[in-house]
């Protein structure tokens, strides 16, 4: 073999070892790419699964506001609720009370006005009545005793009707019964007699 054959066949060696050398960094530059592209699918996947828990505790997050707001109105709503029952309670258990001792006031009343020879009989009467009158201010209760006054409707029961050329036009004549009433709340209308209607 001569020099040049030689030179030859080291210059193909080379050759092929260039080439070799360059497959197999093409190879590796393909594997180093894969891998990549292998990580970086694994990091999509990761993200996107991210996202979606992300956003159901968003959802469940909205869900639970809405839950709590509206818990908390319909809470707001019971109270208020509660409030005005107990606000109305009260007044109307005291006008329940106080109708019970309107007859006993009544009687007491027809008791002070009889004629009796017995002074300490009519003395009694009376302190008792005073003592009735003095519990019905405490509690705020106040007598409806129209008489001359114009008719009103709303505090009054005409039960007859009468003409008296003295009195003006649907003016109250005669009291038959005291009303009471406490506030604007009446417990009992006057019974009345009017005139000229």
Request: aromatic share 6%; proline share 3%.
């Amino acid at each position: 073999m001569s020099n040049e054959d030689i030179k030859e066949e080291k210059t193909e060696e080379t050759s092929e070892k260039e080439v070799m050398e360059e497959v197999e960094a093409t190879d590796e530059a393909s594997e180093v790419e894969n891998s990549e592209a292998v990580e970086e699918a694994p990091e999509d996947d990761e993200l996107t699964l991210l996202k979606k828990e992300n956003e159901e505790i968003i959802k469940e997050l909205a869900d639970l506001t809405d839950k709590y707001q509206r818990l908390a109105a319909e809470y707001d709503n019971f109270r208020k609720r509660t409030q005005k029952e107990k606000a109305d309670i009260y007044p109307d258990a005291m006008v329940a009370a106080i109708k019970e001792f309107l007859p006993m006031a009544d009687n007491f009343e027809r008791a002070a006005t009889a004629e009796t020879t017995d002074e300490k009989y009519k003395s009694g009467v009376m302190m008792i009545q005073n003592q009735l009158s003095d519990a019905f201010k405490k509690l705020g209760v106040e007598i409806i005793d129209p008489k001359g006054e114009e008719f009103d409707p709303q505090l009054e029961d005409a039960v007859t009707q009468i003409i008296d050329e003295n009195l003006g036009d649907n003016v109250v004549a005669e009291v038959y019964q005291k009303g009471y009433k406490r506030g604007d709340k009446v417990i009992r209308p006057a019974m009345v007699a009017v005139a000229n209607c």
